[in-house]
């Protein structure tokens, strides 16, 4: 009963957050893991030891442990998959909406909570480390909660509210060390409202205080190691900011969205405008307090500013540490000051009105325009990856440059791969000084890593080796490389009698390019047969003359345009085809491209002789 009750006078706030969470859990495992996300789950590997994963996170990570702990014990509930971790996130990120609206509560009233829960309900940068397992949307979540208690403090400094907010203070700094950045700011308020106390609640505020820095610090004690050595690096990987690196940063935050900024930009005009109209007040604890607007301003521009000040100070002094990801903590601030701007809009209607357009703006943002539940926007090593373990009949060793990460996907309960951590120049030049090594080999990398060997390599590739196996996906890659000398140069057609233009089993095909340059010459196209999958059909595209076919050497080519161009029932993403082939070894005469499709498990076989010709 005293749910439904609770329903019935929260109904907004329900319907908020059940959008919250439709949001959040639709497709929340769509996207590949990247490779902070597999660092996540290398990390916390149930598998560990429990001493042995605190080791495994100094060394891995320059985060606190915390995150890790509770995901690895989720792990062996649930299952170590990329799903129970996205999920973790995603009530994480449930939740976070709730405690905002308990923020914007405590700050102003009720109101602006829903207004705050309902702006970040749609907020992009929210939504996405809403759905990435990494410990950010915790580091927003405990950064709200502790703001929440410090003010609940402030309010009635005694020890409840002092435990609480030590406890969460420490939570928030278990989930990123920029938390310090957050907590230095609130210290540095409760430093101003201890000077405004009363001379007689002096001592028993500073005691409160203190209690609750002494509790945030006894329980930081076990990641005070992985502390200080973060803080002992003098390079890393972030970039030196530039001067508009805040700017770049505040419009991350909403997408890159003009509409939505254009409105952000006079809701907060409108923000400090309300703030100018303040009139002048003898400057008290309680007169600040009172004056919500002014108590606003004490608790979020301070922060703000603190929070954006000294890492860019730092960024310039020792070692860049700037990254939007880091600044989730000034979130909160940011959307409780447009909140606070809309409630000015005395009239209920505009109110609304902002608020449906600033709704509109940003799902069309998320939705239509950047495509996020359905566009690819995270590196695919999962379909990397897949590519090898469904196309994998023997046991090739996978070289990757990322080799680290690898195991995660082919060294588990399901498949068993020999994984090398080497560049592709290095591999090869061990064969280069070692002959017995000459071995048919898969290799995958990405994120920035494209296929870009050395000349040297290049040669040493050419001469010995073929790419029968091709995958090209979002910033990620896989190639099979054969043995050249195991290629067949010829397939044998003969089973087609008197060949026509269509034999065998009908396909759909197209060939898109073909060219002949200096007798090298380049096709490419796709081709399938129809109802079923494309996964397992064996693809050549051959030169045919007086009946008798030379194989031109072919890769297949990831064309998941071809699935949903045509609305296929099956996926047939692996239909594509790229050959070269230099026709100066042919005999002379004419020469007609063809296409032949063998697929042994629908036992169907198709043959179907183009309208290209080459003559020599």
Known sequence: MKAIQYIKQ??????????????????????????DEIHTMNEANPKVGFVDLYSIITTG???????????YFLFKIFGYTTFVARIYSAIIGVVSVFSLYLLGKEIMNKRVGLIA??????????????QEARPYIFLFLF???????????????????????????????????????????QYLILLLFLILSEKGKKTQFFINAFISGLLTFVLFIPAINIFIKVSEITQFWIPAPTLDVYTLIFKEFFGNSENVLALLSLIFLFYFIKLSKEKDTTITYNSIINNKMIFSFVILIPTTVVVLLIPLIRSYWSIPMIISRYFITVLPAIIIMISIAIYQFKNKIIQLGILVLFVIFSLTDIVVVKNYYMGVSKAQFRESTNFIINNSSKNEPVVSSLGWYM?????????????VDKTLDAYISEMQQDSTKIKPFWFTDGFGRDYKPS????????????????YDGFQAWTKHFILLKDVPTTVDVSKFKNLQQYNGD??????????????IVNTSGWAYFKDQ??????????????????????QKVIRADVTSYFKNDFNVDDCGFKSTYDVSKLEPGKYQLSIYLIDKETKKEGLVLTDKFIEK
């Open 10 to 35: 929260n109904k907004f706030l329900v319907l908020i957050l059940l959008l919250a969470s439709i949001l959040r859990f639709y497709h929340a495992d769509f996207q590949s893991i990247w490779l």
């Open 506 to 519: 009908a396909f759909m095909l197209n060939v898109e390019t073909f060219e002949n340059v200096n007798n």
């Open 533 to 554: 999958v494309s996964a397992k059909t064996v693809m050549y595209i051959l030169f045919i003359k007086d009946g008798k076919a030379t194989r031109l050497m072919t």
């Open 61 to 71: 990570e320059q985060m606190p442990p915390f995150y890790f702990y509770s995901l």
């Open 455 to 470: 000349e040297a390599t290049l040669k040493f590739l050419n001469d010995n080796f073929y790419i029968d196996k091709n």
């Open 117 to 130: 829960a309902f702006i970040i309900t749609v907020n992009p940068f929210h939504l996405y480390y809403s």
């Open 143 to 185: 950064t709200v909660l502790a703001f929440y208690y410090l003010i609940k403090f402030i309010k009635l400094p005694n020890r409840k509210s002092a435990l609480y907010h030590g406890l969460f203070a420490a939570l928030m700094l278990y989930s990123h060390f920029f938390g310090l950045f957050v907590l230095f700011a």
């Open 407 to 419: 195991p995660y996907f082919l060294k588990n309960d399901k498949v068993n791969f020999e994984i």
